[in-house]
């Protein structure tokens, strides 16, 4: 297995613009996961999808956030409209369980907004 | 509600020396699983080693292993021999519960030659 996939690796945009990021898990995985970390943050749990269900998003920081799966090997983050405090390194993960607790990660997609 | 601390954001280790990181974690569950991922300046996060908590025994993987006191809530990672490719941020991160993974804020460990 190629392991959890994430598009593009790198991203500069304008405040303002629309971002879009992409993620496709491990085959077979039903959890899905997203986070965000910064600096002074570290990483923050985002939203979390079960069988491409979104379980709990309370880390969404605010309504410019989106996320969505609309099937098992697919899921994307966006923004809109984007803003400079987003800059961020953006992670997807996924796992077969929740309660086992193992995630396995994808490399990240390194998010500047100017 | 759980909660993973890291109270060192950075350590430092001579090349071949032994170094040991420190966690504590708070949950209410007993049955819960602990990790360890390092994440190298390629930002990729990589698992190191896993307890599960029933297991009294502590986890070891090659050069990485683990001090696990239950009682004491705390979750510590030894790397022997260190070498220069174990530079990068330690994460320690803790699963109870059917909820994900709580992380710490990490610790940055530098390799000196």
């Known amino acids: 297995d190629a392991g959890v996939i994430q598009s593009p690796r790198h991203e500069v945009t304008e405040m303002g613009q629309e971002v879009t990021l992409r993620c496709k898990p491990i085959s077979g995985h039903d959890y899905l996961f997203w986070y965000r970390q910064t600096m002074m943050r570290g990483l923050e749990l985002l939203i979390y999808?079960?069988?491409?269900?979104?379980?709990?998003d309370s880390g969404m920081p605010e309504d410019r956030f989106s996320a969505k799966m609309p099937n098992a090997s697919f899921s994307t983050l966006k923004i809109q409209p984007s803003e400079p405090r987003d800059s961020a390194v953006y992670f997807c993960a996924s796992s077969l369980l929740i309660s086992t607790g193992e995630q396995f990660f994808g490399p990240g997609t390194r998010l500047t907004v100017l | 509600a759980q909660t993973v601390t890291q109270s060192q954001p950075e350590m430092s280790v001579q090349e071949a020396e032994t170094v040991t990181l420190s966690c504590t974690y708070d949950t209410s569950e007993s049955d819960y699983y602990l990790f360890w991922y390092k994440q190298p300046p390629s930002r990729q996060m990589i698992l190191v080693i896993r307890q599960e908590a029933y297991k009294q025994q502590n986890a070891t993987e090659n050069r990485f292993s683990v001090n696990f006191q239950k009682a004491a809530k705390s979750f510590s990672l030894k790397i022997s021999d260190s070498q220069l490719g174990d530079a990068a941020m330690y994460f320690c991160?803790?699963?109870?519960?059917?909820?994900?993974?709580?992380f710490g804020k990490g610790t940055r460990l530098s390799v000196i030659a």
């Open positions: 999808f079960n069988n491409n269900v979104p379980i709990d």
């Open positions: 991160a803790l699963n109870s519960g059917n909820t994900p993974l709580v």
